[in-house]
């Protein structure tokens, strides 16, 4: 952002001992990329303009729409904009009222010119067209400076004199009539492929206030010979409208002809480019400050490294976690289940046929040596997905949504779902069981409950366990170095590459730091042989929402 203000900027631009170029725009996108290109002004063009909008330069663009295309450009660059107004779209009154909404959107000046509104492109029959009165003209001139509130908005007046076929002399009587009006600029305009006529209008001249051409039609004139010649601003009036009639017209030639991206990839933008020019990147930054409830700081973890057994044929080339469950895998299930939470850092740690995962919406790491390691070694893979916030859970789980839901409610540092519903403690059933400080009391809101141990012994310390663990657990806050710290102690340890997730809750525990309980009974259920995978199928049905 420049500390010197827009209208301040075009006037030193028009004022500068060295000739200057600004470049025509015609929308945001177009103007940042002249600013970007390093340009110190933008030329608001009439044609570009009404071009973008597929409409005739013939004020067929109303000046509120112009004036509505000007706010975007004016919000994405910091350079100045000169509008191009025509003729000012209406008399003294209309001039006044453009200038102020002019300014209210930071434009830093207008160009208008001598001709009758509605105006024709000077390039489309200019010598049948008909040249406003002198007077009549000066008392816009006039009416725009008294308007502007800032001293250094600045009014070029343009002279259609050479175009509309008058000779050098009304040009320059003009052009003097315009600046004793007050214009800070002349722009002499001419249709000829020789630059002959501007050169004379310019050396008659002399040095009374800053001249502006526009070399559309005689652009082979070497630019020294304008330096030579003082010209004080050279607009290059067209020429982005027409870069971009050209690559778009090549783009949907080949692309209907062959029916196919392949040829045109590489030669246009990239998307990441289009999120560039946006400032993609702000937003990304402002919604860590600002939209917090976004879960911005959550993650969530899925185990799936390991085969799983009895389900030979099923997970012959694919992991578990990538078994279609009614039409759907149980990994993409998962994943569904975050996203629906605003949860969307999600990392897989794969192992076994990895290169089977295939999950939009998620990372994926890999557990290399997952045939001789388990959880914790799978956990370590995936570290630097450990957020504030972390969700950890076992890939092969089918569950109720009400359940994330409600793990995503509490507020304790290290949570832990345990089912205590008497079906999931049954025969076959004896790991990850729960023993917790107190039972499941249903009759009991959000009861505090901690854990004490997760065993796969049916007596541990001989209790009743009060429930099983479901393979869920959330670490937010203090909770989350505690984890790291556990995880930490055991990988110091012996056995770690045979360690899972209960034996990093019981460390948890151990060091004073136990979760608390969320029960729940029933409504989930984890898929360990075909028999379960058939209950899935019907359990997705049931409660797939
Ligand atoms: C424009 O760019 O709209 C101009 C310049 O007014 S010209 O098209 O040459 O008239
Ligand atoms: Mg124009």
Not at 53 to 76: I, K, P
């Amino acid at each position: 952002m420049s500390a010197v203000n827009k209208p301040t900027q075009l006037k030193n631009l028009l004022l500068s001992d060295r000739t200057e170029f600004i470049l025509e725009a015609h929308n945001g996108l177009s103007a940042k990329i002249v600013e970007e290109a390093g340009f110190s002004g933008i030329w608001a063009s009439g044609l570009a303009l009404s071009a973008q909008h597929a409409v005739r330069d013939n004020n067929e663009l109303s000046w509120t729409q112009v004036v509505n295309v000007l706010e975007f450009m004016s919000d994405a660059t910091a350079i100045p904009i000169l509008l191009d107004g025509d003729t000012g779209y209406g008399d003294f009154n209309n001039m006044r009222r453009l200038v102020r909404k002019l300014e209210q959107r930071d434009v830093a000046g207008v160009c208008i010119e001598d001709k009758l509104f509605p105006k024709t492109n000077s390039f489309i029959q200019g010598e049948k067209q008909e040249l406003e009165d002198i007077d009549t003209f000066c008392g816009k001139i006039k009416a725009g400076k008294d308007a502007q509130v800032d001293d250094d908005f600045c009014i070029v007046a343009r002279v259609e004199a050479l175009i509309a076929g008058w000779g050098l002399e009304e040009a320059v009587k003009r052009g003097e009539a315009y600046r004793q009006a007050g214009a800070d600029a002349i722009l002499i305009h001419s249709k000829l492929s020789q630059p002959d006529e501007i050169l004379a209008f310019a050396d008659e001249w002399g040095n009374r206030c800053p001249l502006v051409i526009v070399p559309t039609k005689y652009y082979s004139t070497p630019t020294e010979v304008f330096r030579q010649h003082k010209i004080s601003l050279v607009i290059w009036a067209n020429h982005l409208v027409r870069t971009n009639i050209a690559a778009m017209q090549a783009t949907a030639r080949t692309l209907f002809e062959s029916e196919s991206l392949v040829d045109v990839e590489g030669r246009v933008a990239t998307v990441s480019e289009i999120f560039r020019l946006q400032g993609a990147d702000e937003l990304l930054e402002a919604e860590k400050i600002y939209a917090k409830s976004a879960r911005q700081d959550t993650s969530a973890i899925i185990l799936a490294a390991s085969r799983g057994q009895g389900m030979d044929e099923l997970t012959r080339t694919r992991p578990k976690v990538m078994i279609p469950v009614a039409g759907k895998t149980v990994l993409r299930r998962h994943v569904d289940r975050f996203k629906a939470q605003g949860i969307n850092d999600i990392t897989v740690v794969g192992g076994y046929q990895s290169e089977a995962i295939d999950v939009q919406g998620s990372a994926l790491v890999v557990n290399e040596d997952w045939e001789n390691s388990d959880e914790l070694v799978s956990l370590t893979c995936a570290l630097d997905s450990v957020a504030t916030d972390t969700v950890l859970i076992y890939g092969d789980l089918l569950f109720r949504s009400y359940i994330l839901n409600n793990l995503m409610d509490w507020d304790g540092e290290l949570l832990v779902v345990v089912d205590s519903s008497p079906i999931h403690q049954a025969q076959g059933n004896k790991h990850d069981l729960a023993y917790c400080s107190a039972p499941d009391d249903r009759a009991m809101y959000q009861q505090k409950v901690t854990l004490e141990q997760i065993s796969s012994a049916g007596d541990w310390n001989g209790r009743n366990p009060d429930g099983r663990w479901i393979g869920m657990m959330r670490a937010r806050g203090g909770g989350r170095a505690h984890l790291l710290e556990a995880l930490k102690q055991l990988q110091a340890g012996a056995g770690f590459d045979s360690l899972g997730l209960p034996d990093l809750i019981n460390r948890l525990v151990l060091n004073g730091h136990a979760p608390q309980v969320q029960y729940i009974s029933g409504h989930w259920m984890d898929i360990n042989n075909l028999e379960d995978l058939q209950r899935a199928g019907d359990f997705a049905h049931r409660h797939d929402s």
